[in-house]
Structures are given as C-alpha cells and as structure tokens.
C-alpha cells in the first residue's frame, strides 16, 4: 500500500500583502506562510514529506465553484492601480486585493487540486497545502474574510467530477465559518460540510444568521450541513474533542466519505488574536489523527486562517508529524468540556438526530424549542458574562503562553511481534523473542504466578518475551507490539501484572474484546483501567475502572459496536491518559477484521501510540491486519453503516449516563436529562 504524505507549498504565495491602512485586515500577512513553512523545514518534517509543485488553476476549476462574471472581474485586478484596488475591494467584507492576489489565488487552488490528484492517483496517501489567499469564506460571485477562490470546495467538485467519488467530508475546524463552503453545498448530499466556529450568539464576524446549529442543510442537501457554533472564547481541547467523539466522528464514519478534505484553519488554536480559544497546538494532532482512518486514509488538508505566527507554525508542524504517521503525544489537561460548549454540542445533536441514526438516541430538544433556546442561552449567558467580566482585564490574548510541544521521539523499532515460529513475520514488523535482559527475578515471578500446575516451556518464553516487550515500549524503545498467545486471558494477566508493577509507573489502558476473564478485581487507584465489549450481561459495574460495554448482538452488529468506540471507548480513553494500551482479541471475540483495525487504529492516538495486541495463537488471520494498523496503515472503510440495533444504542446510553459523573468527557448535554 501506498504511504507517504504530500506538501505542497510556493513562495510566490507569499507575494502579496495589503497595500493600504485596514485594521480588520493587517493580521494576514505573508509570514504566515514562511514561519509555517521554515518550521516544517527546521523540524525535518519538510524533508520527509514528499514535495509537490503547484500550478494555476484553470478557469474551467475556478468555474467549478465560482461565476464567470466574479472571475472576470478578479482577472482584471492584476491592471489596477491603488486607487482602482481599493474601490474594488470596497465590496467585499473583510478583504483586500494586490496586484499579485489573483495570480496567488489561482496557485492557492491549484495547490488544493495538485493535493487532490496525489492522493486520488495513489502517489501518496495524505497531504497538506501551505496556501494563501486561503479560501472557505469566498462565495459564488464575492471574495470575503481574506478569502479570493473557495480552494477546497473547488477541491470537492474536482474530485467528484475527475475521479468520481461519491462522498466528500469536508472538516473545516477553522475558527470562523466557512459560510462560502457551506453556500456552495447546502443542497448537495454528496458533500457533507462540517464546520465548528466562534459564534457568540451573531454577534462574531461573519454574523450570519445561518452560521447557527439550526442550518442543517437544504433539499436534497439537508442533514449535510454541521455548524457547532462557540458561544464562548476560551474553548479548550476537552470541547475540541468532545465534539469529534459526540458528533463530527459518529456522523463521518456513517456517512463513510471517499475523501476527507480538511479546511485546515489554525486561529482555533490558543494564542490566536481572531479565535481567542485556548486549545493547544497538539489538539490538531488528534484531530488529524482521529480522520486519518476514514476514506482508506485518504485526507488532503488545506491551509486556512491562522494569525498568531507561533501557534500558527506548531499546528502546521502537528498536523504535517501526525499525517507522517507519527504517534501523537497526549493532549494537555482534558478535564471535560464546559458548560457552554455542551450546550452548543446538545442544540447540534439534536438539530441533526433526525438525519443521522447515529445521533437517533441524542437527547432531543423540542423543535419548539430549537429557535428559543438561541436566545434563552444567549440571554443566561450575558448575565453571566455581566458578573464575569470585571477583573479580566490586561489578560490580552497576544500574552497567553502555553509550552511548546514536545519534540516527538520516535523509536526505532516501530512494531514488534511474538509469534510462535510456524507464524511468518509481517513486513515491516520486527520479530521479537528476547527475554535476554529481563530481571531472573520478573522471570521466576512469572513462573510462579502463571505457570503453578504445568512447566510449559512455550509458555514462559511467550510470557517472558511479553513482560520484556512491555519493557522496551515503556522505555520508548519498540512502539507497539502484537502477540500471539496460547491463553489470552493468562497473557493478559500477566502483562497487566508486569506492567502495573510498581517499577513502571503505567497507567494501562485495558481493552478486551470478547467473553474471557480479564483482570476485573482492578484496583481503585487508577493504575488500571478495562474496558471489556462482551455480548454476556456482566453483573452491575463495580468500579470507576471496569468498565464492561454490553453488546447483544455481540459484534456482528458494527453499527452499535463503533457507536461504543467513538462515543463511550474513546472519551473515556482519552480522559484516562493511559501509558500504555493494552489490546485483547479473546478467542471468542469473531469481530470483523476491517472493524478491528479500525479500532486499532483510533486506539494509537493514545499513549504516544505504545500499544500492545494480545491475540490468541489460532487467530493467524488477523496477525497481519492487525500489524497493518499498527505500523500505522489505515484501516479500510467499513462501508455505509446503517442503524445500529436500538437495545445496544440504550444500554450503550445507560452506561454512558451512569459513567458521566466519573468521566466528564462523556457528557454530552449540560443539564443533567434523559
Ligand atoms: N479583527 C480566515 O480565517 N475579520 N479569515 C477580521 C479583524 C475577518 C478570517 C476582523 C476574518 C477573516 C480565513
Ligand atoms: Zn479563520
């Protein structure tokens, strides 16, 4: 399979800049591109992508999305003076022209399209535009908010018509509203837009009415059409991620795009001077991460907004690293989302759960409701913003700090695998059987706890081999491993064991799929924590950390079992911040295997990707899908899903409720309802 990751960038993009005295538009400038540029330079990551020249787009592109009349007169600006420029420009909302602009604005979507055909003709699997002017506000016959030519919807309409596919996401997680983007397919089923934006009730830039969670989309379009509108500033990574978990990801996955097309926009990030939000740099991390098993990998992200040079060039650099197939490393304090942005996630999900089975169950807010509450909330909310706002002054954005993240180390050895030796080595995977430098005394303990009634050689070499893999993927040294094993509930045992040991200060993250016993006498303090899928009612849960997830129809049902990964799984792994994920396939387990990578592979955003798969010895099969995803190949596609079975989506619910007051990345409303 093809990997590899495309950058497409030119310098003469940086060409341009305003000419004249506008304060609404100094914060676009040309170093926008060049610090972004020089950081994916200076960190390595430039050299390990592959580079991809630009071109112009053709006018049959720009056409593609825009009117011929727009186009004309754009295609006039290069011949007018300062004088004619600024009259020109005074049409538009928040946005100025150069004479170089329109020779910019034709690379800036031939870049997007150039991106589109490498990925669509296999010649890398993903990839990243560095382009200005960027593109999501501009509209039909209207440039705006810095924007010339709506570069990713031209993509869109480009890759359905050249290649035919049938699907297109669009994430656009900008901090503004691409409302050009959201023009241009409102009535279009085969394009869903997603986008989330400060919003403050109408009252940020652009303050259009239909930037609201209620524009669902239009005709045929409508459910097509996801606006997640910020009430607030201050949005943190708990809120990024709760809407992915909650929304954008149980929608995306049902509507099972072709291509993911990525309005890549990084004035959502803390430092920002427009967006004023307070995520970190290395949310873009995981939110790249969390699409990139999505249309067979297929993700083209296109440079957006941006304007704080720092932030700005970290985000580029995560979004590049992860695209790379990095692991990510873990995102700084998710301590839950706030108020606010549960109330936005509420008004969305249930604006949507008549378009979406994934969404059917969500907590509805009556249709009656709907237009009141945007002005019930905002009323509450300038009451409190009212107490608020004293004493917050001299907090000026362009001060906030936050830490650089941290440089990736990545081991050298990216998968090892303990096989029994009739099993072949998957490529790319390093055979591991070395119990050489493990303590005599961790191999007596072995023995001791595991091995009481039989002296099962096999076994306490597999065993052994186990606790030093653990080792070596605690020491960074190997980054995942996979291991078939004779008794998988026994092996689990034991790397549990090992790993929890006092020496390693893990926390484990423990995933069993299937009916065997796993190490549910956990203990309370947190060093563990399991989450078991199983078709066999277990008897009430405990503990905070057992977590057992019933499933009726055991796994045949993919619907209702990645409903509990991206709704339960995921929120609940994240919030937990494991060292290490500990993947168990029970013998009995029968899930299918494009199910299975996926689950792999959205597991790997956690725990800088330290992984380890516990198989048992007859499941050969599945040794080199799993492998596959582990060295970070994206899973295939499972296809449209349709409804998942109503029993598994309520007991999934109920558990999710009963949890939320323990794991706050589980909520999904404000109020405590249904
Ligand atoms: N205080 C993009 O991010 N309003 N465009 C500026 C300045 C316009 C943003 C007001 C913002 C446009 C692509
Ligand atoms: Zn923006």
Redesign the pocket.
């Known amino acids: 399979m093809k990997m590899g990751t495309a950058l497409i960038y030119d310098e003469e993009m940086t060409k341009y800049k305003l000419l004249w005295v506008d304060?609404?538009?100094?914060?676009?400038v040309p170093e926008r591109l060049t610090v972004s540029h020089e950081a994916l330079v200076q960190s390595g990551l430039a050299d390990r992508c592959v580079s991809i020249p630009v071109r112009e787009a053709t006018d049959a592109d720009i056409l593609l999305v825009h009117s011929e009349e727009y186009l004309e007169a754009v295609k006039k600006t290069p011949y007018m003076t300062l004088e004619d420029l600024k009259e020109f420009t005074l049409q538009y909302?928040?946005?100025y022209f150069h004479p170089n602009i329109y020779h910019c604005a034709k690379l800036a979507a031939g870049a997007a399209l150039q991106l589109v055909d490498s990925v669509m003709t296999g010649k890398v699997r993903n990839g990243m535009a560095l382009v200005r002017p960027?593109?999501?506000?501009s509209m039909r016959s209207a440039a705006?908010?810095?924007?010339v030519f709506n570069n990713v919807a031209i993509a869109a309409r480009y890759a359905k018509q050249k290649y035919g596919v049938k699907r297109v996401l669009i994430v656009d997680w900008?901090?503004?509203h691409g409302q050009g983007v959201q023009y241009s397919f409102e009535d279009d089923p085969s394009v869903l837009y997603f986008s989330w934006h400060r919003y403050e009730h109408q009252k940020f830039?652009?303050q259009l009415r239909e930037s609201d969670f209620d524009s669902v989309g239009k005709n045929k379009g409508v459910g097509f059409n996801i606006n997640v509108p910020w009430n607030k500033v201050g949005m943190q990574n708990s809120d990024y991620l709760s809407i992915f978990c909650h929304l954008l990801l149980p929608v995306a996955y049902e509507f099972n795009p072709d291509l993911v097309l990525v309005c890549a926009?990084f004035?959502s990030a803390i430092g920002d001077?427009?967006g004023e939000m307070c995520a970190t740099p290395d949310i873009f991390a995981h939110l790249t991460h969390l699409l990139m098993n999505l249309a067979g990998g297929k993700l083209c992200a296109v440079l957006?907004?941006?304007?704080n040079l720092t932030s700005l060039a970290q985000s580029v650099c995560q979004t590049v690293q992860t695209l790379l197939g990095d692991p990510a490393p873990p995102p700084a304090n998710l301590d839950g989302p706030c108020k606010s942005a549960l109330d936005s996630l509420h008004c969305v999900r249930s604006a949507h759960r008549q378009y979406w089975s994934c969404l059917k169950h969500a907590a509805d807010l009556p249709t009656c409701e709907i237009s009141t509450k945007r002005i019930k909330v905002a009323e509450e909310e300038e009451e409190e913003e009212k107490t608020l706002d004293k004493g917050e002054e001299g907090n000026s954005i362009e001060e906030k700090v936050w830490p650089e993240p941290p440089k990736r180390v990545t081991p050298t050895i990216r998968t090892a695998v303990v096989l029994p030796d009739g099993v072949t080595c998957p490529d790319g995977c390093k055979r591991f059987s070395s119990s050489e430098d493990l303590d005599p005394l961790i191999i007596s303990k072995l023995k001791e706890n595991f091995l009481k009634d039989a002296d099962d050689s096999d076994t306490l070499s597999s065993l052994s081999s186990l606790a030093a893999l653990v080792e070596k993927v605690e020491k960074n040294e190997i980054c995942s491993g996979l291991a078939l094993v004779r008794d998988v509930s026994m092996a689990t045992m034991c790397v549990v064991q090992h790993a929890a040991s006092a020496h390693l200060r893990n926390r484990v993250l423990v995933v069993c799929v299937g009916d065997g016993k796993v190490p549910s006498h956990v203990t309370e303090d947190g060093k563990i924590l399991v989450v078991q899928f199983s078709n066999k009612d277990s008897e009430e849960q405990k503990c905070k950390y057992y977590i057992p997830v019933c499933l009726k129809k055991g796994y045949s049902d993919v619907s209702g079992f990645m409903h509990a990964v991206l709704g339960l799984l995921l929120p609940l792994a994240y919030e937990y911040d494991p060292t290490l994920v500990l993947l168990v396939r029970m013998s009995d387990a029968g899930l299918c295997e494009i199910v299975w990578q996926q689950l792999t592979g959205l597991l790997q955003g956690l725990a800088q990707g330290h992984m380890l798969v516990l198989m048992q010895d007859g499941e050969k099969e599945c040794v080199g899908p799993t492998a596959s995803s582990l060295l970070g190949y994206p899973a295939p596609s499972l296809g449209q899903l349709p409804a998942p079975l109503p029993e598994d989506v309520a007991s999934i619910e109920s558990l999710r409720h009963r949890l939320k007051a323990d794991w706050k990345l589980l909520q999904t409303t404000a109020q405590e309802t249904g």
């Open positions: 304060p609404a538009c100094k914060i676009e909302g928040d946005v960027p593109g999501h506000h705006s908010g810095f924007c900008d901090i503004h830039w652009p926009g004035d001077p427009e957006e907004g941006g304007y």
